[in-house]
Structure formats: C-alpha cells, structure tokens
C-alpha cells in the first residue's frame, strides 16, 4: 500500500491542493478551470498507478531473482511448466494493479482544495473490462522489462524506459490536448506518443471514470489487448531463455 499510495497521493496533493490554494492553478484560472484540470488527472493518476504496480512487482523483483543469486531457479522447480510460472507472475502483478485502482481512485478523488473537484462518473461495465485489462497489459510489460534489463542495469530500465513513458502517457493532459502541436501541418506529437501504452490506458481510464473526451473506445480496447499479447509473448520468451540460460 505504500509503494502504491506515495506518488498518487502527492500528485493529487501537489496540483488539486497546493497550487490552488497558493493561487498557482493548474489548467487555467478559476475553480472551474481547475476542477477540469482534476477530471483529467484523477483518470491519469489511476493509470500511471497500474502502471508502476504494474512494473514495480514484477520487474524489480525479477531483477533479484535472475541476479547473482539466481532465486529464479527455486521458483521454476515448481512442478509446472516454465511458462505458467511467468504467466503466474504477470496475474499476481495484475491482480496487485486493481487493488491499486481501488485504492487510489477515492483518495484521489477526495484529495483537492475547497472548490476543486473531480467531475467522476462511474461506467461499471468499462469498469470490470477495461481496468483489469490494463492491469494484465501493464503486469506483462513488466514481465518483459524484468526479463530484459539485467539487476545491475534497473536503474537504466527507470531512466530510459519508465520516465518516458510516465511524462509522455497524457497523466496530466488528455491526447487531444497534443493537436496544437505541429511541425508543418503535421501533429508530431500526437504521433509519436501513439507508441507508448500508457497513453491508451489513461485515455481508457478517463472514458472508465469520467465523461470527459477521450480517444474512441474502439482504438482504446484493441490497441491495450495487442499491446498486452506483445507484451505477453516477448515476456515469455524472454523468461524461457533467462532461465534456461
């Protein structure tokens, strides 16, 4: 709870309490214009959230495991196939990514300054789909991270890989938001963000928890499922040779 509650609390702390209430608004001038800025990033909060969970208890866990000790070697003795074990792995970091999505939705739903809120709007049917998708999509990123960066390396995996990802996934900002930015007619950014998962999940997230605009549905869903079934292959084979090795 802990490593699930730090960052999504300050977050919302940071931008939904102290800048309004030291007259720093976020997202414009007014309450109106703030409680907008908090309908995005209560969504975004809860997506970055599965994703660390996400990344954090597969990938650094996997780090010591295949490090010099090489614990994987106990974990795969397991009287079932190799890849169940990773399977097992990816389904226990997905199911910790929905207990995150509870746990932080309210808190940062409730966390603002007098006059800021979230306008949230809960569609339970997005709800039991898309999060646990995300959260199986998330878990199997970190399934491939983990099986990629080597222990003495996972500082370069937060670095080049994590951070990206995080500022570049539309948290704080909704995909539509990138338009302005062009290059000769072109919007280079909205371009290039569509490589990053994390910029589905949270545009899934925000048409989960709010009415705000968000990317359509029918691009969010099977571009989150491809990006979990890519995740999931490599992550296996990965993980086949790591301990094979």
């Known amino acids: 709870m802990l490593r699930t509650l730090v960052q999504p609390f300050l977050l919302c702390f940071v931008f939904l309490y102290v800048f309004p209430e030291i007259g720093q608004g976020i997202g414009g001038l007014g309450a109106a214009a703030e409680s907008a800025f908090a309908t995005i990033l209560v969504p975004g909060v809860v997506g970055i959230s599965v994703m660390f969970q996400g990344v954090q208890s597969i990938a650094l866990s996997m780090a010591q495991e295949f490090g010099f000790t090489r614990e994987i070697e106990d974990r795969v003795q397991a009287p079932c196939p190799i890849w169940l074990v990773a399977i097992a792995k990816v389904l226990s970091g997905a199911a910790q ?48 991270l983990g099986t990629t960066f080597e222990s003495r390396n996972i500082g370069l995996m937060f670095g080049f890989i994590i951070l990206p990802i995080t500022f570049l996934g539309g948290t704080y900002y909704g995909y539509n938001r990138l338009a302005p930015l062009t290059i000769g007619g072109w919007h280079w950014l909205q371009t290039v963000v569509l490589i990053n998962p994390l910029i589905y999940i949270n545009e899934g997230m925000r048409a989960v928890f709010t009415d705000a605009p968000h990317m359509p549905l029918y691009v969010v869903y099977p571009v989150v499922f491809g990006f979990a079934v890519l995740f999931m292959t490599i992550g296996l084979h990965n993980f086949r040779r790591r301990v094979l090795s």
Request: with cysteine; charged share 0%; aromatic share 6%.
């Open 97 to 144: 990514g929905v207990l995150s999505a509870a746990i932080v939705l309210p808190i940062a739903a409730v966390v603002h300054a007098p006059g800021v809120s979230a306008n949230l709007s809960m569609h339970w049917w997005l709800i039991v789909t898309f999060v646990p998708l995300s959260c199986i999509a998330m878990a199997s990123l970190g399934l491939v």
